[in-house]
């Protein structure tokens, strides 16, 4: 590519000086291609034969489109051809001498250049007589740098207008897609190559180069993509700890360009594994938290906790959604083998089995969710004491919700549990009776009115669970 820029360029310069012409009764020698007119920063020589003090050997045309010439003075050259300037030249000198012969030359034409920034070895300008491929334009720049990805690049003209072109396909021979040439004035943005890094649920974790314009979808498909295993959502951690969290299915399936970030340097793309988690509590033989495979139910959970204790009311079991929700669940039908419902589970579920004996409830964000045998005297600081606390993280204590079951109906009282715990004395501290639910809310929950109509599903944990 380097020889053949270079060909074309003596070739361009072997044309400009093929003609010369003379004015007057001798036309005035003249090198013109017959198109190309002067413009600002050309150079320019004038020879007046057999008067040396009258040539100029080298002319520069000024900002203003004019040289000097002796005797003539200013002249207008900025617009017209090398013949145009020699007649003009010659007209000049009649009044001084008979008959002048004068010969003009374009010495050298101002050659706007191309710029080749970017992972290439020598960025900068690179001086070029007309538009120029994207082949030429790397070659004449040096090559391709190591760092270099040379799949795409960024085309910036005159005007600051962006065009993205496959840089490949240019080097390959092909058209490049966006711009098959590369004009004087314009810019070329070869992008380099940097490394992300994806960990977790994908195919091949490990470091993988990118480049400017790449996206976290990229980088995932690169690793070679999700396992079955992968959660929904993921994360984009930047190399300054910023972190993004990203819809993961909406990325690689149907394509969000919202939700799909472009990449930098050093980002980090973590895809955790699908949690699958449900929690018993109550009268099973190893209550706690379990994973669980996809499409399984409620009986599947039971064998987990390796099934159910003597004192167990089966009949009162519920299933408490992540959402709040509820049903009821009959443990007694599903164990014997009856036809009943048998509900799939998910994850964030919590399946309560009450117990033969006067309890209370602790649910929600606490430590320990599930039933305590009550105290005589026991308060809502003491159940929450009982069940380990509040979560700290994600939970909301200020609005801690008391359900109890008052003239048959249920009855919901919201209660500061933080003040409490900090000794404010103006608050009451009510005493739990047999079949109190307490409930801390997640910290979602931004209204009094949300989370209620969040817990109105489980009411009916008030008339099965005790």
């Not at 993280?393 to 008391?402: A, E, V, Y």
């Amino acid at each position: 590519m380097m020889r053949t820029a270079n060909l074309r360029y003596l070739w361009g310069r072997a044309a400009l000086c093929a003609a010369v012409l003379t004015a007057g009764a001798a036309a005035p020698a003249v090198a013109d291609d017959g198109a190309y007119r002067l413009g600002v920063d050309d150079v320019i020589s004038i020879r007046v034969l057999y008067h040396a003090d009258f040539s100029v050997e080298s002319a520069t045309v000024r900002p203003d489109g004019k040289i000097n010439v002796p005797v003539a003075g200013d002249l207008q050259v900025a617009g017209r051809t090398v013949l145009e300037v020699a007649e003009a030249v010659t007209e000049a000198l009649q009044a001084e001498l008979r008959e002048p012969q004068v010969s003009v030359r374009l010495v050298r034409r101002y050659a706007e250049p191309v710029y080749v920034v970017g992972a290439v070895r020598s960025p900068g300008a690179v001086s070029v007589r007309e538009p120029v491929t994207v082949a030429e334009a790397i070659a004449l720049a040096g090559g391709l740098s190591p760092s270099a990805a040379p799949r795409y690049g960024v085309l910036i003209d005159r005007d600051g207008g962006q065009t993205r072109i496959d840089v490949l396909a240019g080097l390959a021979g092909r058209a490049p897609g966006g711009a098959a040439t590369i004009a004087p004035g314009e810019t070329l943005v070869v992008s380099a190559q940097f490394l992300v890094s994806v960990v977790g649920q994908v195919r091949a974790p490990g470091r993988y180069p990118a480049e400017e314009g790449d996206r976290a979808a990229d980088a995932l498909a690169a690793a070679g993509g999700l396992r079955e295993e992968a959660a929904q959502v993921g994360r984009l951690v930047r190399a300054d700890g910023a972190a993004i969290d990203l819809d993961l299915a909406a990325i690689v399936e149907s394509g969000d360009a919202a939700g799909n970030p472009p990449l930098e340097p050093g980002d980090l793309i973590v895809v955790p594994e699908l949690a699958r988690r449900v929690t018993l509590v109550g009268a099973f033989a190893a209550p706690g938290k379990y994973d669980f495979d996809e499409g399984d139910r409620v009986s599947h959970a039971v064998a987990l906790a390796r099934g159910v204790e003597d004192d167990a009311r089966l009949t009162a079991a519920l299933l408490v959604r992540g959402d709040g929700s509820s049903q009821p669940v009959d443990l007694e039908a599903l164990l014997q083998g009856e036809a009943g419902d048998d509900p799939l589970v998910a994850d964030g579920d919590t399946l309560i089995l009450p117990r033969e004996v006067d309890r209370v409830a602790v649910l929600g964000m606490v430590v320990h969710p599930g039933l305590l045998p009550i105290d005589p005297d026991m308060t809502l600081m003491d159940a929450l004491a009982a069940a380990g606390g509040w979560s700290q993280d994600g939970s909301r204590p200020t609005q801690t919700i008391l359900w109890r079951r008052a003239d048959g109906e249920p009855q919901m009282t919201f209660i500061d549990a933080q003040a409490l715990m900090l000794g404010d004395t103006e608050i009451e501290n009510p005493r739990l009776q047999p079949g109190d639910i307490v409930f801390v809310p997640h910290k979602s929950a931004v209204s009094r009115d949300e989370a209620a109509r969040m817990l109105l599903g489980i009411s009916g944990l008030l008339r099965l669970l005790f």
